[in-house]
Nanobody, 126 residues
Framework: QPRFVESGGGLVQPGGSLRLSCATDGYSMDYYTYGWFQQAPGKYYEGVACISSLDGSTYYRDSVKGRFTISRDNATNTIFLQMTGLKPEDTGIYYC???????????????????WGQGTQVTVSS
């Protein structure tokens, strides 16, 4: 089964920054799209940022546009989420995923399910 390992979360003050990392499994070179999802406290997970290995296109949730940047290291198949200007609403568990089932970054970031890692906790609080 696909395996993903998220890291880089932590406790930061509003306006702070974090960089999340996601190590993918040995089959990641075959994935079409990659994404980060947030599960806010008491909420269903929601797509935050997704990226395509097919054409390099990206998708961002409206609330993070201009603040978050998703990227991929092609050599290691590691996915990153650079988070700046963090807000309390960004608090939650962040999961990454990758798939060959979905080729559209929009579709991936709006997917209702998939394989995930154990997530990394992001807490934005004063």
């Amino acid at each position: 089964q696909p395996r993903f390992v998220e890291s880089g979360g932590g406790l930061v003050q509003p306006g702070g920054s974090l960089r999340l990392s996601c190590a993918t499994d040995g089959y990641s070179m075959d994935y079409y799209t990659y994404g980060w999802f947030q599960q806010a406290p008491g909420k269903y997970y929601e797509g935050v940022a997704c990226i395509s290995s097919l054409d390099g296109s990206t998708y961002y949730r409206d609330s993070v546009k201009g603040r978050f940047t998703i990227s991929r290291d092609n050599a290691t198949n590691t996915i990153f989420l650079q988070m700046t200007g963090l807000k309390p609403e960004d608090t939650g568990i962040y999961y990454c995923t990758a798939t060959r089932r979905i080729s559209s970054v929009y579709d991936l970031c709006h997917a209702s399910g998939g394989y995930w890692g154990q997530g990394t906790q992001v807490t934005v609080s004063s």
